[in-house]
């Protein structure tokens, strides 16, 4: 049998990458702002969403859509803090979210009655890199218990970030971190990286973060959709 | 990590593009695969040829072209051609 060569040339991400867009057009067509915290496990991203609703309900109206690949402990913790909604999507063993969960999870979101969404990936460094979720920008959450060199060691990560939130900052007088030199790694990868410091337990920094958050709320709600 | 979930995305632009009934004559999918993909490019082929050797597929074959950029896409099928009068 003669054998035919058909040529394809489809991208692997092109199917997500349609979905991100829907996903984007959604989102700006109600004017609402979407944040996607990235990080490695354990660095404070719950920790931080659970001040910023805290601080923030009623002024901004908020929603989150929080991914584990296991429980939905993350959603549950943060469901204490708002009467909005928290939307758990349990990956079941993926590494990362990918656009058409963003786009399910909106379903049951009011955008009309949302300023900001926020998306809570699965803790990891590498994966999320890689899956546009439709996105106003990726936030790395950078915690100082973990080494200055993390941005070069995950430099698409924090290539593809736009904000780099140095979390657990009330730990630095008791670990060898030198938040200098990791802001340096993360610039020498992104020079247009802005940062924030943070500790979700003593409070610093967070007054920054907010503001950052109203600025961003303010900017997409005037953007012409 | 994500490379079985790349190459299902694989298998399925593949089957978009040949219909699900004819997925056992396809003999060879042509990959590019970018080094700057993200993808490790071991695990893909693992992936990739175990979805390729159990049906709905008749052992088809990988053909992996490697490139210095990012890109990641399936480039080219080649099908065993029934409609063919030849």
Request: hydrophobic share 40%.
């Amino acid at each position: 049998m003669p054998i035919r060569r058909i040529e394809v040339r489809e991208k692997l991400m092109a199917r997500n990458d349609e979905l991100a867009a829907q996903v984007r057009s959604r989102l700006a067509a109600s004017g609402v702002a979407a944040l996607n915290l990235v990080s490695s496990p354990g660095s404070g991203k719950t920790a931080l969403l659970e001040r910023t609703l805290s601080a923030l309900c009623p002024e901004l109206r908020m929603a989150v859509i929080s991914g584990d690949v296991q429980t939905e402990n993350d959603a549950e913790r943060l469901a204490r803090h708002t009467d909005r909604l928290v939307q758990a999507v349990v990956t079941g063993g993926a590494c990362h979210l990918d656009a058409r969960q963003i786009l399910t999870a909106l379903d049951e979101v009011d955008l009309e009655d949302t300023d900001l969404v926020f998306i809570e990936n699965v803790g990891n460094l590498v994966c999320p890199a890689s899956w546009d979720l439709g996105e106003a920008a990726k936030i790395v959450i950078f915690s100082v218990t973990e080494g200055e060199d993390k941005p070069l060691k995950y430099p698409r990560m924090f290539e593809r970030s736009e904000v780099v939130v140095l979390s657990k900052a009330d730990l630095l007088p008791h670990v060898p971190f030198d938040p200098v030199l990791a802001m340096e790694y993360a610039r020498r990868i992104n020079p247009g990286l802005r940062f924030f410091r943070t500790s979700s337990v003593s409070g610093e920094g967070l007054e920054d973060w907010f503001g950052f958050l109203r600025e961003r709320v303010r900017d997409q709600a005037t953007e012409p959709a | 990590v994500h490379e079985l979930s790349l190459a299902m995305g694989a298998c399925r632009i593949v089957e978009d593009t040949v219909g699900s009934d004819r997925l056992g004559r396809v003999r060879t999918v042509g990959v590019v695969v970018g080094a700057h993909s993200g993808v490790e490019i071991e695990s893909f082929r693992f992936c990739m040829e175990t979805l390729l050797a159990q049906p709905p597929f008749e052992a088809a074959a990988l053909e992996l072209e490697h490139t210095g950029g990012d890109e990641l896409r399936v480039d080219y099928l080649e099908v065993e051609d029934a409609d063919s009068e030849d």
